[in-house]
């Protein structure tokens, strides 16, 4: 088996949130294959939180760029930055 088949189906979506405007996390970043890789190593290499969640990558790869997110994702959005708020490296 080729080892680029892993790397040719993963997927990648970088959000922000600035709460000071009130509006849904914005996606900044998205890509499949190598340019998921990029993005997974551009946000490990700035301590940047990763979470992989295969499903929900591939619904926010098919939105736009500098979209928000849709309201039928908040609830999944908000329990991943709640589990990384919580989260300890110590754990």
């Known amino acids: 088996m080729s080892q680029y088949k892993n790397v040719s189906t993963k997927k990648a979506v970088a959000l922000t949130y600035d ?3 009130g509006h849904s996390p914005v996606i900044v ?3 499949m294959g190598y340019m998921a890789e990029k993005i997974v190593e551009i946000a490990n290499n700035n301590n940047v939180a990763v979470y992989e969640d295969n ?3 591939t ?3 098919q939105l736009e760029l500098g979209s928000e997110i849709p309201e039928e994702l908040y609830k999944t959005i908000v329990d991943i930055y709640v589990y990384f708020l919580n989260y300890s490296v110590d754990k």
């Open 19 to 21: 709460e000071t405007t």
């Open 29 to 31: 970043a998205s890509g």
């Open 55 to 57: 499903s929900l990558a």
């Open 59 to 61: 619904m926010l790869t």
